[in-house]
């Protein structure tokens, strides 16, 4: 087996078995406005405020692994928290928290499974950036979906060659079973901000 071929393996494996749960989530009242063209200044913030609880809890376990494995990988790059800041702030809107447990690595395997689904989150937002230039609402912040710019391939290709270095089955196995604790655990968070959310509309409109 070649090095590239087994980097396409391991990619081909997690992008089948996590395809429902990431199907899932597209399609998520929550975030399948950001491809619409009817979009409002409103979903658009309700959609990173409820991504914001996710990407605090994943980067906090990202980093908090990595202090054990100095040199393992670099993630201070990859930061997001900041971005989502910045475009909430930006908005007038304050985050969500997170409402479901989130997996936190333990183990390499784990780490890769975690950083499948987060770094793999990124790689459609220059695509959903142009969208939302196109619209006729005021121009929307931005900072999250452009966070690696034009290195967005190069990162997610970085990604795969360091998630290569696992061999064996189990390895794979605990990967593939943390790609898909993160997926459901966003998943049901993003249910959870989408309860509270109808909630604080309809205390709204009867107050």
Known sequence: MTHAHSVFTLHH???????QPHHALDHHPLLAPLLRSDLTVAQYGNALAALHGIAQRAEEGILAFLDQHPQ?????????VWALNADLAALGREPMALTTPFPMPQSVAALIGVLYAIEGSTQGGLMIVRLLQALPIAPLPTAYFRIYG??????W????????????????????AT?????????GHMQACLSQLAAH?????SA
């Open 13 to 19: 494996h997690l992008r089948q078995a996590t395809k």
């Open 72 to 80: 393992l990988f670099d993630y201070q790059s990859r930061r997001k």
């Open 150 to 155: 034009d290195t967005s391939a190069q990162k």
């Open 157 to 176: 290709h970085d990604f795969l060659q360091f998630a290569n270095q696992l061999r064996s089955r189990e390895e794979i196995d605990t990967a593939t």
């Open 179 to 187: 790609a898909i604790s993160a997926f459901d655990a966003i998943h």
């Open 201 to 205: 509309s309809s205390a709204c409109e």
